[in-house]
């Protein structure tokens, strides 16, 4: 089991990291007491089916039971699980101005400074940040790439960019895809509805793909719509966008947007997108 320890200083970005790690395809448990990781592990590894990676989330909240972490810690890679640490951390000054525009107190506040409580924190911290695999200093990463840094750190097949594509069919008469990212209307195309013998079948049966696809308008339609896919999903993943739904609607939903969705269903998985086809209405 891999096991990912998300711990720094408060205000450093802890929580951005364990989203990161959520999308990368971990299981995440934040703020859990020290004390309780091994026991937690074991519970995991007995009774969870297919849970591999594992993210925990600690920091100074966990107040007296923080001391018990190195303990823990050891026992769990003497028991064969691939451990490791992420700490992130900040300079002062950041940690500050995130602080004051947040309005929120820091863990250790009390009759004392924030940056008394900052500079406590990080004495506090210093033994576990000497034991960390991974350090990352966010002071001058943007949100985005922060997350970004996180994945590639993470993500199990790192030759697969990490983005979700899903290529949906749909039937304008029952509703528009509410979900959709991108929709694109093919009900200008010719309509297999109106020929007899392919009335009663769908866009999933070459029959009627070859005749969607038989007329000009449709090579043309899914060249420059493929075109522009290819251009936005790189834009998409350095923004960080982990799901991107791209839908094609026709008038029932069953033969030419379902024949579009696979085209390009299709087509992006040559690419190495990670990609699921999928028809609400045929």
Request: glycine share 6%; with cysteine; net charge negative.
């Amino acid at each position: 089991m891999k096991i990912v320890i998300v711990t720094g200083l408060s205000g450093a970005g802890k929580s951005s990291a364990m989203k990161s790690m959520e999308d990368s395809g971990y299981y995440c448990v934040d703020n859990l007491p020290p004390i309780l990781i091994s026991k937690f592990i074991e519970i995991c590894q007995y009774n969870v089916e297919e849970l591999d990676n594992i993210a925990l989330g600690i920091d100074i909240r966990g107040g007296a039971f923080f001391d018990d972490f190195h303990d823990g810690y050891q026992e769990l890679i003497k028991k064969g699980h691939e451990c490791k640490i992420l700490y992130v951390e900040a300079s002062d000054e950041s940690l500050v101005k995130r602080y004051k525009e947040l309005r929120r107190p820091h863990p250790l506040s009390g009759e004392q400074t924030l940056i008394e409580s900052i500079r406590m924190e990080r004495v506090m911290m210093q033994s576990l940040r000497n034991s960390a695999d991974i350090i990352i200093d966010t002071s001058n990463l943007g949100i985005n790439d922060f997350r970004n840094q996180v994945k590639e750190k993470f993500l199990e097949d790192t030759s697969q960019p990490n983005i979700s594509i899903i290529c949906n069919s749909f039937g304008f008469k029952k509703g528009i895809a509410i979900d959709a990212d991108l929709v694109f209307d093919v009900r200008f195309l010719p309509n297999p509805f109106y020929i007899s013998e392919l009335r009663e079948r769908t866009g999933n049966e070459k029959d009627v793909q070859d005749y969607v696809m038989s007329f000009d308008e449709s090579r043309v339609f899914l060249e420059k719509t493929t075109d522009l896919v290819e251009f936005l999903i790189p834009q998409y993943i350095k923004e960080g966008k982990t799901q991107l739904v791209i839908s094609f609607g026709c008038t029932g939903g069953r033969h030419r947007s379902v024949t579009m969705a696979n085209k390009l269903g299709d087509h992006l998985k040559k690419l190495n997108y990670r990609v699921f086809i999928t028809h609400r209405d045929s």
